[in-house]
């Protein structure tokens, strides 16, 4: 069963445009989202979060939206640029559980063509 | 750099071996985090570590087992290993647990043959 799902898994999009990465999620207990980015041959690097509380976060190129009643997220990145080609994961998780843990997408792989 | 460290990068082995996996956090971090991730596949949380205690446990295997150590580094252990159990696994560490931003190490490459 996944509970975080990125059904794209891969997007390619023209340097200097928006680039909007999709993410959605089944549990509606998830109260904190995240987004990742990684290269090839290195770990996950974190870029931005967002609780359920707020609606948008913005940081920089980068804002995530969350629509809690439609059980979406999305990553928007303006303008996107060569350095922004990579893997991008969604992560979700519930901050009260003394049990959390991150659910993660299968992430959507972005290339910024110039 | 994260900050976290672990070795080895790549490790190659045959069925039925076993393995270890280390892992050092970042200065300061109390929560150890393993991930599976295999081909094409998201990250799979395996087990969390806090201050040396287990805290959170995912998908892990019984022929999979972890430890964090007194001085913080962890260490993933892996036997009887099977082809599936081919994948590359990472370690990230944070400062608390859901509330602190996880750090991610390069991870170790394993082929199991």
């Known amino acids: 069963d996944q509970q975080v799902k990125q059904n794209s898994p891969s997007l390619s999009v023209q340097e200097g445009r928006i680039s909007i990465l999709n993410c959605d999620y089944t549990n509606s207990m998830f109260d904190y989202f995240l987004w990742y980015k990684k290269y090839p041959a290195e770990g996950p690097t974190f870029l931005i979060s967002i609780s359920s509380i707020k609606d948008k976060n913005e940081d920089g190129r980068f804002t995530v939206f969350l629509n809690k009643s439609a059980k979406h997220l999305s990553l928007h990145i303006v303008p996107s640029q060569p350095g922004d080609s990579a893997v991008y994961f969604c992560a979700a998780g519930r901050l009260g559980d003394s049990n959390y843990q991150l659910i993660w997408g299968a992430g959507t792989k972005l290339i910024i063509k110039p | 750099d994260s900050g976290v460290t672990q070795t080895p990068k790549h490790l190659i082995t045959a069925t039925g071996q076993r393995v270890t996996l280390r892992c050092s956090p970042r200065?300061?971090?109390?929560?150890v985090y393993w991930y599976q991730q295999s081909l094409d596949q998201g990250l799979q949380f395996l087990i969390q570590?806090?201050?040396?205690?287990?805290?959170a446990k995912g998908n892990i295997l019984e022929r999979f087992s972890a430890q964090q150590f007194p001085d913080l580094h962890s260490e993933l252990n892996l036997s009887s290993l099977e082809l599936g159990d081919s994948a590359l696994y990472f370690c990230?560490?944070?400062?608390?647990?859901?509330?602190?931003?996880?750090?991610f190490g390069p991870g170790t490459r394993l082929t199991v043959l």
């Open positions: 570590y806090y201050n040396g205690e287990e805290r």
């Open positions: 200065s300061g971090d109390l929560s």
């Open positions: 990230a560490s944070s400062v608390a647990g859901v509330k602190g931003t996880q750090y």
